[in-house]
């Protein structure tokens, strides 16, 4: 009896040290900071994460600062749109975090280009615990603002984390099981039958995947983004998203970007539909920003009814002519969002 306690206080001190946080590991890359960007690294369940802090001009780290985590869109990377967002905030005198999710761009985990959405949430949860120790930054004035699929992701992140203290989404997609049920995802070509037949069968695309690689460790990637010409014999949406991923002189040039994600991870990309539940946003403020001439503006819009039947502090916002991914890159249309965002973050992380 008495070895048997022994092995089981030996199990419990294992156990605590291997539940180590990750902020107690060498995070930090650099011994100086500098206002623009500063490379950095965090751990997200053991995970090495690559992210870029931006901070604002005349930088002071004993000084107190409001922070944002900026949230890339699915299979997107820091260098992307989130990175243009970050850059742009931390010029309006926040300290801000973007970062690649585990399995894209320059962060670790295995294998590549999983768009594993309850994943995505807690490397989320790890960046805030990242960010909220960052020198300078007062952790309790932090929010999130979430790109394209990256929305979903941050209000799913709003309900189970209460450490955020207001949210926003640009150009926002929210909800996943219905995205996949809507007869307009990127695998349209190969799907027939009902919206729930059309589901299913992305599912046992996500099934077969996950079988194959447990039997012969092949991962099965699919396009997340079709090519410029495949696109063609899609919708607008899809036609947009290739000019602007796809486009070099875009989302295509980042150098640690590639359009491709792994089949396997289909399943979990439908896993929430978090505007269903805007009540659980408990306080927490949210801003939701659209083009009046995106595609996806009726997920943010139904964010917003829900949130406002729920009686919760919310608000949309819409920039005249602006597509969807006019809001990723396109100066006229981001400066307008940047203008809307500074004006919302300074009144909700006071």
Not at 23 to 49: R, W
Not at 87 to 93: H, I, L
Not at 106 to 123: I, L, T
Not at 147 to 169: E, F, K, N, P, W
Request: aromatic share 10%; hydrophobic share 40%; with cysteine.
């Amino acid at each position: 009896m008495k070895k048997l306690k022994l092995m089981s206080l030996s199990l419990v001190a294992t156990a605590m040290l291997s539940a180590a946080p990750a902020i107690a590991q060498s995070n930090f890359l650099g011994d100086e900071y500098q206002a623009g960007k500063n490379k950095v690294a965090f751990l997200s369940e053991n995970v090495h994460i690559a992210g870029n802090v931006f901070l604002p001009p005349h930088y002071d780290e004993n000084k107190s600062y409001p922070a944002i985590v900026v949230i890339t869109p699915a299979s997107g990377v820091k260098e992307q749109t989130a990175g243009i967002y970050a850059q742009k905030m931390a010029k309006e005198g926040y300290i801000t975090l973007a970062f690649d999710h585990r399995t894209y761009g320059e962060s670790g985990g295995y294998p590549r280009g999983m768009e594993n959405a309850p994943m995505k949430v807690e490397d989320i949860k790890n960046a805030i615990t990242f960010l909220s120790n960052f020198p300078g930054v007062d952790p309790e004035r932090v929010g999130e603002l979430g790109i394209c699929s990256g929305a979903g992701y941050s209000i799913q992140v709003a309900i189970q984390d209460t450490r955020l203290d207001s949210v926003a989404t640009v150009s926002g997609f929210v909800d996943f099981t219905d995205y996949g049920m809507g007869g307009a995802t990127q695998y349209m070509d190969q799907l027939t039958g009902d919206p729930i037949e059309q589901y299913r069968q992305q599912i046992k695309m996500a099934s077969d995947a996950r079988q194959k690689y447990y039997e012969t460790g092949e991962v099965v990637l699919v396009d997340g983004i079709p090519s410029a010409e495949k696109a063609k014999s899609m919708n607008e949406f899809w036609v947009r998203a290739a000019d602007y991923y796809r486009n070099p002189e875009r989302g295509a040039a980042a150098e640690n970007y590639s359009p491709l994600r792994a089949a396997m991870s289909l399943d979990t990309r439908y896993a929430f539909n978090p505007s269903e539940n805007m009540e659980l946003i408990g306080d927490t403020p949210f801003l939701a920003i659209v083009g009046t001439e995106a595609l996806t503006a009726y997920f943010s819009e139904v964010a917003v009814k829900r949130g406002t039947e729920a009686g919760k502090n919310v608000q949309l916002f819409e920039i005249e002519g602006a597509q969807h991914f006019d809001l990723y890159d396109q100066d006229k249309y981001v400066n307008q969002a940047i203008d809307k965002l500074d004006d919302f973050f300074s009144k909700t992380l006071r």
